[in-house]
């Protein structure tokens, strides 16, 4: 709860804390019907799809790193943001007013992804305001933050599920996406503090462009957040699949997704909220293989029982492997590169786009050979295999 206060209170941190509700009310609307979107409502198909989910990926994480690096070496952050937020924000304008196939491309491989720069920079944000706070506090600061994007879960899918199954198009997602973004980039040039003129001292890094990359790509490090990819494809794979199991033929539909996608993030909220407390003082990486081998149960079974009322039962391991998961790897990437909280908080861009292509080649390969059970479990093996990779490795160490 103390930390909770404190993200209300202290003013960039509650800055960081509406940019990162509005970001997540926006991945949570489009994100579980990218894959619907591309494969139906657009023709991409199955192969189309995972290129598209193979091009996001890299110019999210092509621009997150850029975008890190240079927040680090100017100290200008709110720029940066600024310009991810409006990249965001034209994405959505352009699928509002000139929705069709080539115009979706150009949005979900091209603008949005450039907008997720927002992602990392509000993370930088929170780490360097939280030293304005006690050393015991930080950990929960960082996690009330993250529960902050899994917030808008809970609301704003339900809210899809009734709208949904009231008979709207999936489309409506744009212009209800647009009036968000429009919503970060009011809090960004109204609240997010000046570069310049915050409360605590932000010096510009003095690394070039190539010492920063060669720093990130140092061996031991680059390997950690491989390995931190590879424990993501499951979730990615989940989002993927999900609105393709959840279907007419075993009684499911858009509404259902919602609900389902909106339960598992609902209950990550409160889960991600306790483990500071609970885990404190335990190994990360034994964590987080606990936490993907949670995570793997609701993965491979979901091709499985979708059509079952079994189903949402799987919404408990999903909730408490994801929060595991999706928090602890957090501060653990921050700390790999703790002087430079522009450059840490863009690893969790190159993990994701680690997690992204491996998770779009599972879905390649599994729809080639079987369908949608194979590419869950595909996910669910390369996301164990990870886990213990990275265990093992700080374990050598």
Known sequence: ??????????????????????????????????????????????????????????????????????????????????AAVVALAVGMG????????WIFAIAAALLFPMGSVTF????????????????????????????????????????????????????????????????????????????GATAWEDRPSGLSFRAALAEMGRPRLAGRVLALGAVNAAATVYIAIVALVMVADVGRGTADVALYVGLVAGLEVPFMLMLPTLTRGMDRTLLILAGASLYAVHVALLPVLAGSWAVWLLVWPAAIGGAVTLTVPIAYLQDLLADRPGAGSSLMAVQRLAGDVIAALCFALGTLLAGYGLVAAFGVGVSLVGAVALWSADRQR
């Open 94 to 101: 352009l699928m509002t007013l000139v929705p069709g196939p």
């Open 120 to 195: 990392g920079q509000v993370f930088a944000l929170a780490r360097m305001a939280a030293t304005r706070h006690p050393v015991a506090e930080r950990d929960g600061i960082m996690a009330v933050i993250r529960a902050l994007f899994g917030l808008p879960f809970v609301v704003v899918l339900p809210l899809w599920a009734v709208v949904f199954a009231k008979g709207a198009e999936v489309t409506w997602i744009f212009p209800v996406g647009l009036v968000m973004a429009g919503g970060m980039l009011l809090v960004v040039l109204r609240h997010w503090p000046k570069d």
């Open 1 to 82: 709860m103390l930390s909770i206060r404190l993200v209300l209170s202290d003013p960039a941190l509650r800055a960081a804390g509406l940019v990162i509700v509005l970001q997540g009310a926006i991945v949570c609307s489009f994100g579980p019907y990218f894959s619907t979107l591309a494969v139906n409502a657009f023709g991409f198909g199955d192969r189309g799809f995972a290129v598209l989910l193979a091009l996001s990926s890299l110019v999210s994480v092509t621009a997150s790193v850029a975008g890190g690096i240079r927040a680090d070496q100017t100290a200008n952050r709110r720029q940066v943001t600024l």
